[in-house]
């Protein structure tokens, strides 16, 4: 049953999640919304970018359909995790030396001297991608075995580790605590990586990679046409599943020639709004494609519908519910989350107005998240590709026309417009008829009953608050 994988993922994403709150929380009251807290969201924006294309997307969904279908799986695993391992190393060694010209390209508009001050804090923050590269391979072979706890509560680790740095050296100097987070960043993948370690020698796994190394010599040649298929789904996966990141990277691109503080509202506000999406989309996605690739490979058609229709309209409610409770309750939501310390009245209503016009994008995002599996899971990366490469075109377009009208709140909403010409295109592709069967359900009705719930609810507190006031 494929709704007990989702709801254990999601428990995982869940803890995670209320540990990134903390972290949040604290860096908020701490650091507050300024210059400094505005250079280490730059300085972990890169590497965040990738580990999101990484692991929510790309990688996982087009490794595990070549790992299904190939005839020397060991050697064609270990094959892709030296590839990739080492070109990852030759990055961040890149980065290391050119440190201050990737952050200018980053945050463009920051200073001369914000760029020098953020240059050592990208070179740090970017060997976090070595590490959950090593992490998302892992979970991608733990995922083929429909083991996804490991993964889902790991995250965890990395708040924990940037909470003890906020903690130690609260009382410091802003950049002694931005430099903190950063080395944080780091130990937190390092313990990402262990825990994956520990489940792929439970799983049994090891034996698998180290078959893998022993014979790689030998069967390079048996696995050119498997590693040639991984490489025609990849790339083009990378675009195709990276919209919302490639979005949030747009807009603190732009961002950074507004207002001080603009980088961070965007933060604060996409966090909240990544938060119902990870919980139940990505959940969703990640516990479902294992089974529809199977399915598909078998031409076991019906039985993909069937697991999709399971999820679908539940998707829909949640997700349908979370975004009313958000816009219903966006400064409330805000102000209990973050107001305090530094983070003052103004710092809450402007990262408010944000949190709304990104909410208007969740259940595009989300919906799109499951549709798309189909397309992975058939080997249709192209069309995954230029749905999304059209998608963020719309965003760049939007984006430029609101930053100037409407400022941080105009790139939120321009994210979230893009979002929407995701969905149809992505349905579009699917095909019509199939997205007709997935949602011919008699959840419908459960389904908006629920987000009308949510709506009345949220209504009558916010009554009751400002009834108090």
Partial sequence: MRIGSIFTTSAGILLSRIFGFIRDLLMASILGANLFS???????????????????????????????????????????????????????????????????????GFSDEAIRAAAPLVAINFYYLDLIFLVT???????????????????TLLNISMITALLLFRSDDPEKIVYALSWAVVAGGALQLLVHLWAIRQ????????????????????????????????????????????SSFIDTWLASFLASGSISYLFYANRLFQLPLALFATAASTALFPAISKHLKHERRREAVEETRRVFWLLVGLL??????????????????????????????????????????????????????????????????????KSLGVNIVFSLILITPMAAPGLALASSISGWALLAWTVEAVGGSLVLDIMRSKQIVPAFIFILLCALASWGLKRLLYGYL
């Fill in 38 to 108: 505005d250079i280490f969201f730059v300085a972990f924006k890169l590497p965040n970018l990738f580990r999101r294309i990484f692991a929510e997307g790309a990688f996982v969904q087009s490794f595990i359909p070549t790992f299904i279908v190939s005839r020397h799986r060991s050697v064609f695993a270990v094959s892709i995790l030296m590839r990739f391992f080492l070109f990852l190393m030759v990055a961040s060694i890149l980065v290391t030396l050119f440190c201050e010209p990737v952050a200018r390209f980053i945050a463009i």
């Fill in 137 to 155: 391979f892992l979970s991608a072979l733990l995922q083929y075995r429909e083991h996804f706890a490991t993964t889902a509560f790991a995250t």
């Fill in 203 to 246: 799983k049994r796994l090891d034996r698998l990679l180290l078959g893998g190394f022993i014979y790689l010599g030998r069967k390079k040649e048996a696995i050119s046409e498997d590693i040639r298929r991984f490489s025609r789904a990849f790339f083009p996966s990378v675009l195709g599943n990276s919209t919302a990141q490639l």
């Fill in 320 to 389: 349908g519910g979370a975004s009313v409770i958000a816009l219903i309750l966006s400064d409330e939501i805000v102000a209990l989350l973050f107001e305090r310390g530094a983070f003052g009245l103004d710092d809450t209503a402007n990262t408010a107005s944000v949190l709304r016009m990104y909410v208007a994008g969740l259940l595009p995002f989300g919906i799109s998240k499951l549709f798309s599996l189909w397309l992975y899971a058939c080997h249709r990366q192209n069309d995954a590709a230029k749905i999304a490469g």
